[in-house]
């Protein structure tokens, strides 16, 4: 087995779905914290959590896209 088929192998089989299932986890911090904002819209409190929930949801879905982008770059630098 060559060096590039483990790394192929790691990428696929272990950073991938990592990297998807971060993806959904981010997801759904994203979207608890608009259903957070909803249910307490008339609660300051509530409000203040929703936002930062749905930051939080947004940085991650971000930071997932960076990385699925880091992963397409290097699958394709080094042709696997």
Do not use: C, Y
């Not at 990428?11 to 997801?27: C, E, H, K």
């Not at 994203?30 to 819209?41: E, R, S, V």
């Amino acid at each position: 087995m060559t060096s590039d088929q483990i790394l192929n192998n790691i990428i696929s089989s272990i950073i991938q779905p990592f990297v998807g299932l971060l993806f959904a986890v981010a997801f759904l911090v994203f979207f608890w914290g608009i259903f957070q904002m909803i249910k307490g819209a008339d609660s300051e409190e509530d409000l203040k959590t929703g936002k930062r929930h749905l930051l939080w949801g947004l940085i991650g879905l971000l930071i997932m896209f960076g990385a699925q982008g880091i992963l397409m770059i290097i699958k394709g630098t080094f042709q696997l």
